[in-house]
């Protein structure tokens, strides 16, 4: 029981990890075009 929590915890962790990620990615893209819209 005990180690199937951990795994379980641990994959939700990842799957947090890589989401913010992403929004980092998104938030960067929009700054460029942000940036681009400007000049």
Do not use: G, S, V, Y
Request: glycine share 0%; hydrophobic share 25%; charged share 50%.
């Amino acid at each position: 029981m005990k180690k199937d929590t951990l795994h379980f915890l641990r994959a939700l962790d990842e799957e947090i990890n890589e989401q913010r990620r992403a929004q980092r990615k998104n938030i960067k893209n929009k700054n460029k075009e942000k940036n681009k819209a400007k000049r």
